[in-house]
């Protein structure tokens, strides 16, 4: 499989960097293509565009300004998104690459008679979200529900990518964790892309 590998963190000595480069490694030794996406080191700008927002329902939307990473999200297999949770929600950077480059005729189309959209990345058969939040693991789930895997799972996955096999670990309580605990959490990102 070709995989493309998104990473959504300023710092490149972040944890997120580490998460990234174990998937990258598991994933390539189990003889997958990877193309590590990182937003901040390619200076992706976040920001959608009067044009691109002016446009949303032309037909066909014009998505040129993020051409070059929409034929890398097209040319994928599967997708994994590699990110904190700040705020419970993604970080700017990475709901700015989702704002524009998941648009009309690349993620879905908007269906002729009104209402639904149509899921456009058949090729993506696989989403996973490996992830790490300040917050204990009763926070997000039981206060707060749980939104980012909500929005991912069925928001995003559901609307775009059909039978897409969707997967999220989540390291919680980062804050307060333990280098024991943060080396068990690689070794379960590295376990569980192994098996892909």
Known sequence: MRILLVLAH???ESFAASVARTAREALERSGHTVDLLDLYAEDFDPRLSRAERGGYFDVPYDSSAVAGIVARLKAAD?????????WFNFPAILKGFIDRVFAPGVAFSHDAA???IVPQLTNIKLLYALTTTGSPWWLVHLYMGNPVRRLL???IAAFCARR????MLSLHDMDRTTEAKRLAHLERVRKALAAV
């Open 10 to 12: 300023p710092l490149p």
């Open 78 to 86: 599967g997708l994994v998104l590699v990110f904190p949770q700040w």
């Open 114 to 116: 009104g209402g639904r």
């Open 153 to 155: 799972k069925r928001g």
């Open 164 to 167: 897409v096999s969707f997967r």
